[in-house]
């Protein structure tokens, strides 16, 4: 079976969606799928008139295929290209979550990217998305067919137990990139509540997607004393963030929103307690014996949670066990690439 992917932009980018189509595609590699990547350049998920256009003038020299899947992010933003690609080749669309439920958006711009995505699905056969929650909410929000659509969780790599760190001060890590939905002016205003405890607090993600709320980040560490405890890494290498998970003890990520949040799953499998929220698919994601999961944007009670794990070494330890056990339930990103195929095998 021939497969293309389609994306916009560059697969390297360092955001849960990319590292998903990533992973995928790598696991199809060395199991002989025959798969072509294809990349469209534009600015999206806000791309102009003319890109669009351009888009959809490339189908005609995508080369021939059995299928084609295409991430939400393009596919969201331009229906005309969904139907060009559906008259050519069966077509499947790849959910993260919905573009309109991003947020921060204001209520114009929500309401277009919910009327382009939902025209754009009206050409296709089938979606796959990343978890229950998205399924769901996609079949809501866009009244498409339930037995139209998969769910691939994502892959989770193994790796070995966090040891914890060797001294006395706690190590918080924060994984993802600096944008609204990911909660990192909650978790700052959370901490500065707690200067009285020892902790300290590495970020890493991307800073750039979002240079205003970056330079808001920095002033709030400033203005709450906050400088020598916490630390945003940027963007860094595999090796890295490795380094950094084993010497955590306690995972956190107060996000508004998530469509699965492969973070929190890669914590758990390394056996590092989690707190979180309970927005989107999180509480699928974070059995709710391997952590803390609290209302999102509710600063007070995110204090408290990691004014609790940071304290109780007892606790922690009972999370850390917890999540050791639960390990073996995480699909390996080639569990998550065979499933993913064989649901392109019955489509095409």
């Known amino acids: 079976m021939r497969v293309l992917f389609v994306i916009?932009?560059?697969?390297?980018l360092p955001t849960g969606g990319y590292r998903y189509d990533r992973e995928i595609i790598n696991a199809w590699k060395t199991t002989g799928v025959d798969i072509k990547l294809i990349s469209i350049n534009g600015n999206y998920p806000f791309p102009s008139e003319a890109e669009k256009q351009d888009a959809i003038a490339q189908v005609d020299t995508f080369p021939k295929a059995d299928i084609a899947v295409v991430d939400g992010l393009l596919g969201g933003i331009s229906p005309g290209f969904l139907q060009k690609l559906c008259k050519i080749m069966p077509v499947v669309a790849l959910i993260h979550h919905p573009l309109c439920l991003e947020n921060g958006l204001d209520e114009a711009t929500a309401q277009s990217l919910k009327q382009s995505e939902k025209q754009g699905l009206e050409f296709i056969s089938n979606i796959i998305t990343t978890s229950p929650t998205t399924s769901k909410t996609v079949a809501e929000l866009f009244g498409f067919n339930t037995d139209k659509i998969h769910t691939v969780l994502p892959g989770v790599d193994r790796s070995a137990t966090s040891t914890g760190n060797d001294d006395r001060t706690i190590n918080l890590l924060c994984v993802g990139s600096v944008i609204k939905r990911k909660g990192h002016k909650d978790l700052l205003l959370a901490l500065s509540?707690?200067?009285?405890?020892?902790?300290?607090?590495?970020?890493?993600?991307?800073?750039?997607?979002?240079?205003?709320?970056?330079?808001?980040?920095?002033?709030?560490?400033?203005?709450?004393?906050?400088?020598?405890?916490?630390?945003?890494?940027?963007?860094?290498?595999?090796?890295?963030?490795?380094?950094?998970?084993?010497?955590?003890?306690?995972?956190?990520?107060?996000?508004?929103?998530?469509?699965?949040?492969?973070?929190?799953?890669?914590?758990?499998?390394?056996?590092?307690?989690?707190?979180?929220?309970?927005?989107?698919?999180i509480p699928e994601t974070v059995p709710e014996n391997c952590?803390?999961?609290?209302?999102?944007?509710?600063?007070?009670?995110?204090?408290?949670?990691?004014?609790?794990?940071?304290?109780?070494?007892?606790?922690?330890?009972?999370?850390?066990?917890?999540?050791?056990?639960?390990?073996?339930?995480?699909?390996?990103?080639?569990?998550?690439?065979?499933?993913?195929?064989?649901?392109?095998?019955?489509v095409s």
Request: negative net charge.
């Open 291 to 346: 952590g803390i999961l609290v209302k999102p944007s509710d600063v007070s009670s995110l204090a408290n949670a990691l004014e609790t794990m940071i304290s109780n070494e007892t606790l922690r330890a009972q999370y850390k066990n917890n999540a050791i056990v639960e390990e073996p339930n995480f699909p390996t990103w080639k569990n998550s690439a065979k499933q993913f195929v064989e649901i392109l095998k019955d």
């Open 8 to 12: 916009p932009g560059d697969i390297n």
């Open 193 to 281: 509540k707690l200067t009285h405890l020892d902790w300290r607090l590495d970020c890493i993600g991307s800073t750039n997607f979002d240079k205003i709320l970056f330079d808001e980040l920095q002033m709030i560490i400033k203005q709450e004393k906050l400088t020598g405890k916490i630390k945003f890494h940027g963007g860094v290498t595999e090796e890295a963030l490795e380094k950094a998970c084993s010497k955590t003890d306690v995972f956190v990520l107060p996000s508004l929103f998530e469509g699965y949040g492969m973070a929190y799953a890669e914590a758990i499998v390394r056996g590092i307690p989690v707190i979180g929220t309970i927005a989107g698919a």
